[in-house]
């Protein structure tokens, strides 16, 4: 069965912009959460969506924010886009939320570059 | 809080040599812990889990990893290392975050495999 699919792959924008990333899960996947990955700070939680519901967020500003929709798409969106918001933000999908051991999917990524 | 870290930025084998990636975790009770694997420009692949049982983990690819309470160490094993290995490797522990569990992830080790 299909992955994890991210869109837009890579993009650039200029500071001060919004940018809205998607993600489809897995088929079955009620949960989704997102990551973002810089080489300064690795691999940082942002937020995790199940059954439309934020379920947990991560230390970010209110700048970034999400959505889940019924059929367990979600979106990300950050605004008022700064130089340091360049990175690789990384979806992921699995059958349940925030149990300990839970299996992770994770898509390829959408590359945000912020000029 | 929970923590893992993975004290090597950079590993360089030869082609065919054995490979250990150490991972260290910070974690009270009983961790339950991962080991992933991103190769350039993609997501993350779970190679393998633990949280429980045998103490050694048999991954996909050839991958093993050991569990060791005393050591609060949990490193990844390879017996022989093909050049399709080179790739970002990250250890990550099931962290309880607002009521759930949400994987920390450790800064990551660059394997560079050498003909």
Known sequence: KAGVTQTPRYLIKTRGQQVTLSCSPISGHRSVSWYQQTPGQGLQFLFEYFSETQR??????????????SN??????VSTLEL???????????????????????????????? | AQSVTQPDIHITVSEGASLELRCNYSYGATPYLFWYV??????????????????????IK???AE????????????PSVHWSDAAE??????????????????RGTSLIVHP
């Open chain 2, 89 to 106: 490797y990250f250890c990550a522990v099931d962290s309880i975050s607002g009521g759930s569990y949400i994987p920390t992830f450790g």
């Open chain 2, 38 to 59: 991103q190769s350039p420009g993609q997501g993350l692949q779970l190679l393998l889990k633990y949280f429980s049982g045998d103490t050694l983990v048999q991954g």
């Open chain 1, 56 to 69: 947990n967020k991560g230390n970010f500003p209110g700048r970034f924010s999400g959505r889940q929709f």
């Open chain 1, 72 to 77: 367990s798409r979600s979106e990300m969106n």
């Open chain 2, 67 to 78: 569990f060791k309470r005393s050591q609060s160490s949990f490193n990844l094993r390879k």
């Open chain 2, 62 to 64: 050839g991958f093993e």
């Open chain 1, 84 to 115: 340091g918001d360049s990175a690789l933000y990384l979806c992921a999908s699995s059958l349940e939320a925030g149990t300990a051991g839970n299996t992770i999917y994770f898509g390829e990524g959408s590359w945000l570059t912020v000029v």
